[in-house]
């Protein structure tokens, strides 16, 4: 059984350019949320999404958007990329509780 | 607002000595609780969680924590540390009910000398 996945596993972006990630979650999991990981610090949550809407959001710019398909995969679009925006990006998938909420291996994205 | 406290940024220990990370939280009620550990280059990994009942939990790999509600804390501890337990420490808080938003602190990152 297939965990969550996410790709690419590395993207290198220039500052101001716009960048796509994508996440399957683990079979029978309905909400997706993304987190973002700056080096040397614990992730930060950025929104989750459930039923293809946006159900909670953190403290990030409307720059951080997302999406979720009928099939429960996800996206994470950040544009207008800031050197900032350089992190690990984490996708966890759950069933709707905390019980079971799986973490994909990331996206490393480098803004130049 | 909650947070969650790891003290210890990073912490050096012996093959096979014993070993306990911190993690304080600040929430009005008990929340739930995780340890996440995550290698270098890699996604997290739940080594434990309590959500309610018995406060020592026993996790993978030979891990345990306990809560301490007057502590508001939940720390790691593992009584024999191998080698390969050498990773970043999460640990992470989650308020029920409300949307499964996990805050996570900053980590602590565990060097294992032979």
């Known amino acids: 059984d297939a965990g969550v996945t996410q790709s690419p596993t590395h993207l290198i972006k220039t500052r101001g350019q716009q960048v796509t990630l994508r996440c399957s979650p683990k079979?029978?999991?309905?909400?997706v949320s993304w987190y973002q990981q700056a080096l040397g610090q614990g992730p930060q949550f950025i929104f989750q999404?459930?039923?293809?809407?946006?159900?909670q959001r953190g403290n990030f710019p409307d720059r951080f958007s997302g999406h979720q398909f009928p099939n429960y995969s996800s996206e994470l679009n950040v544009n207008a990329l800031l050197l900032g925006d350089s992190a690990l990006y984490l996708c966890?998938?759950?069933?709707?509780?905390?019980?079971?909420?799986?973490f994909g291996s990331g996206t490393r994205l480098t803004v130049v | 607002a909650q947070s969650v406290t790891q003290p210890d940024i990073h912490i050096t220990v012996s093959e096979g000595a014993s070993l306990e990370l911190r993690c304080n939280y600040s929430y009005g009620a008990t929340p739930y609780l995780f340890w996440y550990v995550q290698s270098p280059g890699q996604g997290l990994q739940l080594l434990l969680k309590?959500?309610?009942?018995?406060?020592l939990v026993q996790g993978i790999k030979g891990f345990e924590a306990e809560f301490k509600r007057s502590q508001s804390s939940f720390n790691l501890r593992k009584p024999s540390v191998h080698w390969s337990d050498a990773a970043e420490y999460f640990c992470a808080v989650v308020r029920p009910n409300t949307g499964n938003q996990f805050y996570f602190g900053t980590g602590t990152s565990l060097t294992v000398i032979p």
């Open positions: 079979s029978g999991h309905d909400t």
């Open positions: 999404y459930y039923e293809e809407e946006e159900r």
């Open positions: 966890a998938s759950s069933s709707g509780t905390a019980d079971g909420y799986t």
């Open positions: 309590y959500f309610s009942g018995d406060t």
